[in-house]
């Protein structure tokens, strides 16, 4: 909690010690409550993103350093009921435009590609499947207009999508290109 000038408390209240936490919209709940569940997904996806973000400022990678960053800060926004529904529609349209822009470069899919590559784009799908999990509960949930705005469900798939095409423009900037997956024999 913050105090009136914004300050955080300690980082220790004990107020959790007992299995309840405190979320902003509804007081004490159960740590064990599926909108807590959610609240960890949504920390889950940014911590990977921030671990991406440690390999982005140097070459070839450093273009995606403010790109990934504004993805992790909307991502932080969308979970703290910090982005309007306009915001969110503007959001999308912009993963959209980056996403168009990076796949003009590469080369079209022909199969499915294995998550791997250079250690970047590893990075990259694994904050995209955590994206995709988190998309999964909130549907599972039914939480779309419940806990986040219907808004919301067209920025967070199309945040996993921007996550695979950085993926495949990382290893196309690297020189290893997408991996395919071999035929079973």
Known sequence: ?????????????????????????????????????????????????GYTL?????????????????????????????????????????????IDRMEASLPPLRSFIKPSGCELACRIHLARVQVRRLERLLWEKNLYGLWVTAEAAPFINRLSDYLFIASRYVNQLDGCGDQQFLKAT
């Open 54 to 98: 440690s390999l982005c400022g140097v070459a070839p990678f450093d273009e995606l350093k403010n790109p990934l960053e504004r993805c992790m800060n909307s991502l932080f926004a969308c979970a703290t009921f910090a982005l309007s529904e306009d915001d969110l529609l503007l959001e999308t349209a912009w993963l959209e435009k980056e």
């Open 1 to 49: 909690m913050c105090d009136t000038l914004g300050i955080m408390a300690k980082t220790y209240t004990r107020a959790g010690d007992t299995g309840t936490t405190g979320h902003p919209q509804q007081g004490r709940i159960g740590k064990g409550d599926e909108v807590i569940e959610i609240v960890g997904l949504f920390d889950e996806a940014q911590v990977s993103m």
